[in-house]
């Protein structure tokens, strides 16, 4: 029935102005909003962005101006005054994050560190020291004692 079809289409289209946020075309965004992706690209985060404040129409709804983009290609606008720089890991906080993965990865019957979780809940020790074979070289750390390398340069 091609009447039912028409009629559902009509349906989903919102005129523009009656949606709750502000539409932009491309190239005609205000300054000052960038999409959530162009903010990433820029080593930021929302910050105190409180969701988007405005709709980034996508190509296609720039034939229809009088529609609202319901596309899913729409992008999402935030503010950039009110987004903050990413918080960089500081030295304290990767050497907790550095002990809790130890915790997780050695074995505590033959010491050695893993690069991946052991299960220690459930088996207790690693895989070789429950069925009794030599690790493979390469799965454990070789050194005993834990380094903790700052990732960042200076
Ligand atoms: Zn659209
Ligand atoms: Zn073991």
Known sequence: MPRTRKKRREVARVPRGETALPEFDRGA???GLVTR???REMGLSPGDNEGPVAILRCRLCATRPTWSC???T???LLRVDLARPKRTPTLAQELALDRAMAARSTCSRC???YYYCLPLRTV???DPCARGYEP???TY???TATPVTHRLAA
Do not use: D, I
């Open 29 to 31: 965004v205000p300054e």
């Open 37 to 39: 992706r162009a903010l």
């Open 70 to 72: 319901r596309h899913p």
């Open 124 to 126: 207790g020790c690693c």
């Open 141 to 143: 750390v070789l050194t």
């Open 74 to 76: 729409r992008g999402f």
């Open 136 to 138: 493979t070289p390469g």
């Open 111 to 113: 010491s050695r560190r």
